[in-house]
């Protein structure tokens, strides 16, 4: 039971490349997350996507998109990267988005932009 | 808004001594609240969580926490600290979106 799973590890970019980071879950999950990770803030909610079909915006959403592709897979793409997008990316997942739920993490893609 | 404050951003113990890790939160509605850790090198996973039942809250390896609304606190703790309880600690809120929102995480580092 891999639980989420996230793609790459580890990344660097120059500024103004794109990329996009690849999440998925086998827990028949309905609600998925993207956080962002940065050193005394804590985790940042960037996207959630509540069910399959719907996305929405979190707390810091600016220079990046989502796409939720079917039931297991939400993937978080950075159209131009900028340095301030320096981070640890951790998706999530939980079984139905409510305020109670628990939240099954994935081990995190560590990007640096040059 | 709900916030979450989290008191020390690093703290060292010995280890077999007591662990108190401090989370104080704002809230205008009754809170849910959440622990969190994360060891190196990993994502977070559920500690214990608080949903408005007893507020005396036990966890998974030996860690409980207590809501106290009068004080608007919800600190971890475990009695005897071992070396492998040494990771980071996220306390977290659900805000009004019904999303978390988490403190800025306390280092605790458990010493032989």
């Known amino acids: 039971n891999a639980g989420v799973t996230q793609t790459p590890k580890f990344q660097v970019l120059k500024t103004g490349q794109s990329m996009t980071l690849q999440c998925a879950q086998d827990?028949?999950?309905?609600?998925m997350y993207w956080y962002r990770q940065d050193p005394g803030m804590g985790l940042r909610l960037i996207y959630y996507?509540?069910?399959?079909?719907?996305?929405d915006k979190g707390e810091v959403p600016n220079g990046y998109n989502v796409s939720r592709l079917n039931k297991r897979e939400f993937s978080l793409r950075l159209e131009s990267a900028a340095p301030s997008q320096t981070s640890v990316y951790f998706c999530a997942s939980s079984p139905r988005g409510g305020a109670t739920d628990t939240q099954y993490f994935g081990p995190g893609t560590r990007l640096t932009v040059l | 808004a709900q916030s979450v404050t989290q008191l020390g951003s690093h703290v060292s113990v010995s280890e077999g001594a007591l662990v108190l890790l401090r989370c104080n939160y704002s809230s205008s509605v009754p809170p849910y609240l959440f622990w969190y850790v994360q060891y190196p090198n990993q994502g977070l996973q559920l500690l214990l969580k608080y949903t408005s039942a007893a507020t005396l809250v036990k966890g998974i390896n030996g860690f409980e926490a207590e809501f106290k609304k009068s004080e608007t606190s919800f600190h971890l703790t475990k009695p005897s600290a071992h070396m492998s309880d040494a990771a980071e600690y996220f306390c977290a809120v659900v805000n009004a979106g019904n999303m978390l929102t988490f403190g800025g995480g306390t280092r605790l580092m458990v010493k032989p």
């Open positions: 996507s509540a069910s399959e079909g719907t996305t």
């Open positions: 827990m028949n999950h309905n609600s």
